[in-house]
C-alpha cells in the first residue's frame, strides 16, 4: 500500500530481522517501518543492530503486539515510533513521514503505559538524584529538552547547529551529572523537572 502514496518511495523489504538489517545496512533508508515479532531476528534486536550500525536510520514499530514490555523494550532499543496495527494506511504514512523529520510517535493506547513508566523511573530518580537542573549548564539543558522530545543526536545536532559528536559528548555529561542510566530515565527526568515546553 505505501508503493502508492505519494512522497514514499518503498527501497526494499525483508522477511525477517536479520534480512531487515541486512537491507538497511545495503540500502541506508531513512526509516525502517518493522514488526516487532518476526522469525529468526525479532524487530527490537533488529532495531537495537540498526541503531548501532546504521545511526542515520529512523526505525517506526508497527506491530501487533499490545505487550507494554514490547513497547518498553523497543524504546530502549532506540525505536523513534510505536503503533498498533489498528491504525489506517494514511496514519501509517504520516507517521513515517513525522519519524523521518526527527519525530517519535507512539499510539495513544500505548502512551499511557509509556507515561506510567515515566513516572516510575522519575520516582526511582528523584529518590537517587536530589538533583536539579542547575546541575548542568544551559547548553546541557537544552539538549536534554531535545532528547526528551524524541529527537536522536543526528536531529540535535542539526537543530543546534553543533556536531552529532559534540551532542554525544553532552548527553554522556548530562547522564553522568544527574546519575541517570539512559534516554528513558533521561526524559523521564526532564519530565519530572517541567523541562519540557508542553506547547510546543
Known amino acids: 500500500m505505501l508503493c502508492t502514496v505519494a512522497g514514499i518511495e518503498v527501497v526494499g523489504e525483508a522477511a525477517d530481522g536479520s534480512e531487515a538489517l541486512d537491507r538497511v545496512r545495503e540500502l541506508v533508508p531513512d526509516v525502517v517501518l518493522m514488526e516487532v515479532r518476526m522469525p529468526v531476528m525479532n524487530g527490537i534486536e533488529a532495531a537495537r543492530r540498526i541503531r548501532s550500525e546504521v545511526p542515520s536510520t529512523r526505525i517506526l514499530m508497527l506491530t501487533t503486539s499490545d505487550d507494554e514490555g514490547d ?7 532506540g525505536a523513534n515510533g510505536y503503533l498498533l496495527k489498528e491504525v489506517s494506511i494514511e496514519e501509517v504514512s504520516e507517521a513515517i513521514r513525522a519519524v523521518g523529520r526527527g519525530h517519535s510517535l507512539i499510539s495513544p493506547s500505548m502512551a499511557s503505559k509509556l507515561l506510567d513508566e515515566f513516572t516510575t523511573l522519575a520516582q526511582r530518580a528523584e529518590g537517587r538524584l536530589g538533583l536539579s537542573p542547575a546541575a548542568l549548564t544551559g547548553r546541557e539543558v537544552d539538549i536534554l529538552r531535545l532528547v ?13 547547529s553543533i556536531s552529532e559528536s559534540t551532542v554525544k559528548n553532552h548527553v554522556r555529561n548530562i547522564l553522568e551529572k544527574l546519575h541517570l542510566q539512559d534516554r528513558m530515565e533521561a526524559v ?6 517541567r523541562l519540557l515546553d508542553l506547547e510546543s
Open 148 to 160: 526528551a522530545r524524541g529527537l536522536s543526536n543526528r536531529y540535535i545536532a542539526a537543530e543546534l
Open 71 to 77: 513497547l518498553f523494550e523497543a524504546v530502549k532499543a
Open 188 to 193: 523521564a527526568y526532564a519530565v519530572k523537572e
